[in-house]
């Protein structure tokens, strides 16, 4: 991701509020003698020594409303939100819903699929994605196994690269895609293209 971002002149800001937990070894790429330190430090570290472009990466080792409130800058070119709950991820799409594109991403209740949504200023927002979505509900599985964990950042990867690049090659027909290894459910074609509905409080204003 650092080195996709670099090519673009971009900087890297990882906000994330978690320290690194044994639990977390074996599915986050974190070595045992990160436990306990800040994940967002941890991982603008890594993130550096991935690319040989001068890429700058700054940890904020805050949740994303914590930095919020304390007046951090959180400036960006492009935002993504891959984090294991609805209510941070709806506060992420409404903080940057009018400046700048968001890409959130999700893993799946049974650990074997995840998805992806980019939100753009003025077209469908997260909400509109999931309008059923009880945000203070907490999310049945966060990870369980690094396969689809991999798999999603794959399409968050993807995601930034279509919004980075302007290369023909790279063009992107949709705006939500789901991936499930089982093959049981894959993302049906009508979902594909999420569009803005006139009821929402955030994005229903605009025409698309
Ligand atoms: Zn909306």
Not at 30 to 47: L, N, P
Not at 74 to 93: C, G, H, Q, Y
Not at 105 to 133: D, H, M, N
């Amino acid at each position: 991701m650092a080195h996709n971002l670099a090519r673009k002149c971009y900087n890297l800001n990882v906000c994330d509020g978690d320290e690194v937990r044994t639990e977390n070894l074996g599915t986050q790429k974190y070595g045992k003698e990160d436990v306990g330190r800040s994940k967002a430090i941890v991982t603008a570290e890594y993130s550096a020594k991935r690319t040989s472009l001068p890429v700058k990466t700054v940890g904020v080792p805050y949740m994303f409303s914590e930095a919020v409130k304390k007046g951090i800058n959180l400036e960006a070119n492009i935002v993504i939100a891959f984090t294991d709950s609805f209510l941070s991820r709806f506060e992420v799409s409404e903080y940057f819903y009018e400046e700048k594109p968001v890409v959130s991403a999700g893993l799946g209740e049974s650990g074997t699929w995840g998805w992806a949504f980019i939100q753009k200023p003025e077209k469908a927002c997260l909400r509109c994605c999931f309008p059923e979505v009880n945000p203070n509900k907490t999310a049945g599985c966060t990870g369980l196994t690094i396969d689809s964990v991999k798999l999603t950042s794959s399409l968050v990867t993807y995601a930034v690269d279509t919004l980075v690049l302007d290369h023909y090659y790279r063009e992107r027909s949709w705006n939500y895609r789901k991936i499930d290894l089982s093959g049981f459910c894959a993302c049906p074609d009508e979902k594909v293209k999420i569009k803005r509905s006139e009821e929402c409080g955030l994005c229903g204003n605009f025409k698309e």
